[in-house]
């Protein structure tokens, strides 16, 4: 939302068929089943002759099936790779000024950066090998054949993202596919996590599901007085949801603290509080003050190993 506006942007996979360069940095499709057909569309891009470069710690299945070059990476570096590639971008004039000018604000602050006006560091190869392990020619390689392939999807897997400070290896790759001009075109990519999907699913939008069930609403949204912390609320203003992110605090703090309740029991599908909650040490504190929780899963998760 921040970035875009929208919660998804990305391209279908069918598309990439109509890409000359695929990038699937910290992404492991052949294993982890993110929307479906995307191996399939893969392989038929790879008999295609599209080039497809997988960029991972690991010599993972995708490296070994899907993609024509495997470039190993230090984890959690990913976004000064990243950076280094906006280096050569930037200071080899390949950026698409056009798309710039007229579809974005704020690149002047982050060229700045990259360039080390800001902290007297430029992001160069040089520089982002020492931290990455990527050979600064590689590093250079990429940047130039991604800029100049056109169309190229740069496809961020959601892994490198949860690592400390993982949100920057987004916002950097959703800079570079704007630096390219590979947003909104076929054969290109919005990258950036909620973005890979191409589309959402329908129960995203509209009204609550609640509103469409046979049920009716929740009565504990339909009674919920405004709140001094309303704002912090998913579904706004008359909703008892609270953010993901205020977790923690709601559960630590209650009613005390503005929250819709005293909360005793947590029922968690398919959810893994343990890495998908900022402040790991919070959340797992705020947990163990809970007199009941059930962890609904296929596997035994951090989040219940950590709760035994």
Same mark, same amino acid.
Request: charged fraction near 15%; glycine fraction near 10%.
């Given at each position: 939302?921040?970035?875009?506006?929208?919660?998804?942007?990305?391209?279908?996979?069918?598309?990439?068929?109509?890409?000359?360069?695929?990038?699937?940095?910290?992404?492991?499709?052949?294993?982890?089943?993110?929307?479906?057909?995307?191996?399939?569309?893969?392989?038929?891009?790879?008999?295609?002759?599209?080039?497809?470069?997988?960029?991972?710690?690991?010599?993972?299945?995708?490296?070994?099936?899907?993609?024509?070059?495997?470039?190993?990476?230090?984890?959690?570096?990913?976004?000064?790779?990243?950076?280094?590639?906006?280096?050569?971008?930037?200071?080899?004039?390949?950026?698409?000024?056009?798309?710039?000018?007229?579809?974005?604000?704020?690149?002047?602050?982050?060229?700045?950066?990259?360039?080390?006006?800001?902290?007297?560091?430029?992001?160069? /190869?040089?520089?982002? =090998? +020492?931290?990455? @392990?990527? $050979?600064? !020619?590689?590093? *250079?390689?990429? &940047?130039?054949?991604?800029?100049?392939?056109?169309?190229?999807?740069?496809?961020?897997?959601?892994?490198?993202?949860?690592?400390?400070?993982?949100?920057?290896?987004?916002?950097?790759?959703?800079?570079?596919?704007?630096?390219?001009?590979?947003?909104?075109?076929?054969?290109?990519?919005?990258?950036?996590?909620?973005?890979?999907?191409?589309?959402?699913?329908?129960?995203?939008?509209? /009204?609550?599901?609640? =509103? +469409?069930?046979? @049920?009716? $609403?929740? !009565?504990?949204? *339909?009674?919920? &007085?405004?709140?001094?912390?309303?704002?912090?609320?998913?579904?706004?203003?008359?909703?008892?949801?609270?953010?993901?992110?205020?977790?923690?605090?709601?559960?630590?703090?209650?009613?005390?603290?503005?929250?819709?309740?005293?909360?005793?029991?947590?029922?968690?599908?398919?959810?893994?509080?343990?890495?998908?909650?900022?402040?790991?040490?919070?959340?797992?504190?705020?947990?163990?003050?809970?007199?009941?929780?059930?962890?609904?899963?296929?596997?035994?998760?951090?989040?219940?190993?950590?709760?035994?």
């Amino acid at each position: 939302m921040a970035s875009y506006g929208a919660i998804a942007g990305g391209n279908t996979r069918d598309d990439f068929l109509n890409s000359k360069l695929i990038i699937l940095w910290g992404w492991n499709p052949s294993v982890t089943i993110a929307f479906g057909m995307t191996s399939f569309y893969l392989a038929l891009a790879r008999e295609a002759g599209v080039r497809i470069v997988a960029i991972d710690p690991q010599y993972t299945d995708t490296g070994a099936v899907l993609a024509s070059e495997w470039i190993p990476i230090r984890p959690n570096t990913d976004a000064a790779m990243m950076a280094a590639m906006a280096y050569v971008i930037i200071t080899e004039n390949l950026c698409d000024e056009a798309f710039l000018t007229r579809l974005t604000i704020g690149f002047e602050k982050f060229r700045d950066y990259v360039l080390g006006a800001e902290d007297g560091q430029p992001k160069t /190869p040089s520089w982002a =090998s +020492r931290i990455c @392990g990527v $050979p600064a !020619p590689v590093i *250079a390689s990429l &940047a130039r054949d991604y800029a100049r392939a056109r169309p190229a999807a740069l496809m961020d897997g959601i892994a490198p993202g949860r690592t400390a400070y993982g949100e920057q290896y987004h916002r950097i790759a959703v800079a570079l596919a704007a630096m390219t001009g590979n947003i909104g075109v076929p054969g290109g990519n919005a990258p950036g996590y909620g973005a890979m999907g191409g589309v959402l699913p329908p129960v995203s939008f509209g /009204p609550p599901v609640s =509103s +469409r069930m046979k @049920g009716g $609403p929740n !009565p504990l949204d *339909a009674a919920s &007085a405004p709140r001094p912390l309303e704002k912090f609320n998913s579904m706004g203003s008359g909703s008892a949801r609270v953010n993901r992110f205020h977790l923690a605090d709601a559960i630590l703090r209650g009613r005390r603290g503005g929250y819709p309740a005293d909360y005793k029991a947590l029922y968690m599908v398919t959810l893994n509080y343990a890495n998908q909650c900022s402040n790991t040490n919070k959340i797992l504190r705020a947990l163990k003050k809970l007199e009941f929780i059930v962890v609904h899963e296929q596997f035994m998760t951090p989040t219940r190993n950590l709760l035994t």
